[in-house]
């Protein structure tokens, strides 16, 4: 069964840092690219950043652009989001998102809640 | 970057009826469109892939249809359990634009 686990989140202040990781198990992680997606409270889905396979094509939405890193380690099946210089608008639960046989998103985590408040 | 738009935001129907939602591209996306239901405090699911493919185990009251910038999702037969909001999703050139959503709620 595949599983999603993310960690990492929690409450920060504005222009700090935090780091989320994603933990994945129950399919090949190395055979699949993945993407953070995060939800404001009683917003819509807002994807952030993409990652292939071997870590070598990253993309990222411009409301991220700069300041946060996607990457991951296949030998941990896992994957990651370095997030820096934090504001007031990224609070929001992020998910992981692993795609499907085409680049929908096939399979979710059960998401992390960033707080991000003096 | 493309932009994705939804219609309505929301709408209200009866136990039986056919709901159309509306997304949009601003520019061709050939059949890279995705649709998600997220019902209230759950994570989202995919419905359809390539525009019109329906993911193995969504009802086939679900349908979608659409190609280039003008996409539809269609339920036929609307349920209690279809009360969410619906997302459609571009996958093209690793970029995955959500569009703004739509909630569906039983009148």
């Known amino acids: 069964e595949v599983e999603l686990v993310e960690s990492g989140g929690g409450l920060v202040q504005p222009g700090g840092s935090l780091r989320l990781s994603c933990a994945a198990s129950g399919f090949s992680f190395g055979s699949y690219s993945m993407n953070w997606v995060r939800q404001a409270p009683g917003k819509g889905l807002e994807w952030l950043a993409y990652i292939n396979t071997s870590g070598g094509t990253t993309s990222y939405a411009d409301s991220v652009w700069g300041r946060f890193t996607i990457s991951r380690d296949n030998a941990k099946n896992s994957v990651y989001l370095e997030m820096h210089n934090l504001r007031d608008e990224d609070a929001a639960v992020y998910y992981c998102?692993?795609?499907?046989?085409?680049?929908?998103?096939?399979?979710w985590g059960q998401g992390t809640l960033v707080t991000v408040s003096p | 970057d493309i932009q994705m738009t939804q219609s309505p935001a929301s709408l209200s129907a009866s136990v039986g009826d056919r709901v159309t939602i509306t997304c949009r591209a601003s520019e061709g996306i050939s059949n890279y469109l995705a649709w998600y239901q997220q019902k209230p405090g759950k994570v989202p699911k995919v419905l359809i892939f390539a525009a019109s493919s329906l993911m193995s185990g969504v009802p086939s009251r679900f349908s979608g249809s659409g190609s280039g910038t003008d996409f539809t999702l269609t339920i036929s037969d609307l349920q209690p359990d279809d009360v969410a909001t619906y997302y459609c999703q571009k996958y093209n050139s690793v970029s995955f634009t959500f569009g703004p959503g739509t909630k569906v709620e039983i009148k």
């Open positions: 998102a692993r795609v499907g046989s085409r680049y929908y998103f096939e399979y």
